[in-house]
């Protein structure tokens, strides 16, 4: 026989096994009339343990705040979204701003996102209209990446209604810094570089920009220069000449920032299809190339991914490139402007943003380092030029 490497003794009964004592005048019933409820053959639990039941309405949320002029603009949305949608129950505000309210909810056994409009400006409109077209075609015409389910929407009203997929963003800031980790830049740059590839029906999404009307508008602002508007539009032209304008576009997302991707279990998802449509080749990859500045790494496999379909695709690389820094660019100087009228302490940011302002230095840095990548891109044009 071999030792005990520990004492030993019988485990413990468990309480409901225990012989009751008597119910004697020392030894009374319990509280609450010494009725037992039962939660499984054989076990009883004292009157005491019970849940108490509730009565009347459950309500609505405590994450839901609908007083004051704010709840009155939250119940207006509720009321839009239940309008298309009356099976939508609203649990949390997600996002709320100056122009829209996210709201997460349930419809029926599925947990959804409802988007309202708040600003009923045309510009703003015509993008809420584009973006729910986009997830009605997705319906008949499924991309190669993951994109949330559509459950209703109204175009007139400004209003869409898409499942909520469980996850989380890749990166809360536009430009972020920290950058994510490399498994799920990995992941983003796959998923974009596919929905690239992929080649659906003709007539179906527009084409969202028009590069001569925005290159010549950025000159006339004095975002370019004359060699810069020269060289883009010799660029522009040798893509036209070789490939012809049609058969080179690609179908792009238009605004395939890390703060639209959701990391899921069964892979990334891409929402925000408000600026999808035909671009010229890497378009997106040239937005993910501008705001992964802190990841060397990231940017040198995203220029090598543009450059992979010959001279053409990467001189359309780099018209993308110059017209998205150019837009970025033109972005925080109106920024720094802002925050230099209005003080060095950044407004606070709106209920349930995702991440909080940057502050007026952090935006005077990320200027500078703009302005440089600018003139990188200048100088790769200005290469790609001298090649034809």
């Known amino acids: 026989m071999y030792a005990a490497s520990s004492s030993v003794s019988a485990p413990p009964r468990p309480p409901h096994l225990l012989p009751r004592p008597p119910r004697t005048r020392e030894n009374p019933a319990p509280a609450g009339g010494g009725v037992a409820s039962v939660d499984r053959p054989g076990r009883l639990l004292p009157a005491q343990s019970r849940r108490p039941v509730r009565t ?20 207006t949305s509720i009321a839009a979204v239940q309008r298309i949608c009356p099976e939508f129950s609203p649990v949390q ?15 029926g056994r ?8 708040l600003d009923q400006s045309p510009a703003w409109k015509e993008r809420y209209e584009h973006e729910i077209a986009v997830y009605r075609s997705f319906v008949r015409n499924r ?5 949330p389910r559509l459950i209703a929407a109204d175009p007139a009203g400004g209003t869409l209604v898409i499942e909520r997929v469980p996850g989380r963003t890749a990166a809360l800031q536009r430009h972020p810094a ?18 690239g590839q992929w080649q659906p029906p003709e007539g179906v999404f527009g084409c969202p920009l028009d590069y001569g009307t925005r290159i010549s508008r950025y000159h006339e602002l004095g975002l370019l220069t004359d060699r810069d508007l020269g060289d883009l ?8 000449h070789t490939t012809g304008r049609r058969s080179v576009l690609q179908f792009s997302h238009g605004d395939a920032l890390l703060s639209n991707v959701l990391l899921s279990p069964s892979g990334p998802v891409l929402v925000d299809w408000e600026h999808a449509g035909w671009y010229l080749p890497g378009y997106d990859l040239a937005t993910l190339w501008t705001v992964l500045g802190d990841s060397p790494e990231a940017r040198r496999q995203i220029s090598q991914l543009a450059q992979l379909a010959g001279p053409v695709a990467r001189d359309a690389f780099l018209v993308n490139l110059m017209l998205v820094l150019t837009r970025e660019i033109r972005t925080y100087e109106t920024a720094v402007q802002r925050s230099l009228r209005e003080g060095a302490t950044p407004p606070p940011g709106p209920a349930g ?19 440089d990548d600018c003139m990188l891109a200048r100088r790769a044009v200005r290469a790609a030029v001298g090649t034809r």
């Open 56 to 75: 009347g309405p459950s309500p609505l949320s405590g994450r839901l705040d609908l007083s004051g002029p704010q709840g009155a603009q939250l119940r």
């Open 233 to 240: 539009q010799k660029l522009l032209h040798g893509i036209a």
């Open 143 to 147: 991309p190669p990446v993951r994109v």
């Open 353 to 371: 943003a995702y991440a909080p302002a940057p502050s007026c230095e952090e935006q005077r840095l990320l200027l500078r380092r703009l302005h």
């Open 178 to 195: 920290p950058v994510p980790a490399r498994s799920e830049l990995r992941a983003a740059l796959s998923a974009v570089h596919r929905l």
């Open 93 to 107: 505000l997600l996002r709320r701003s100056s122009r829209s309210v996210l709201l997460i909810g349930s419809v």
């Open 110 to 117: 599925v947990t959804a996102v409802a988007k309202c409009l």
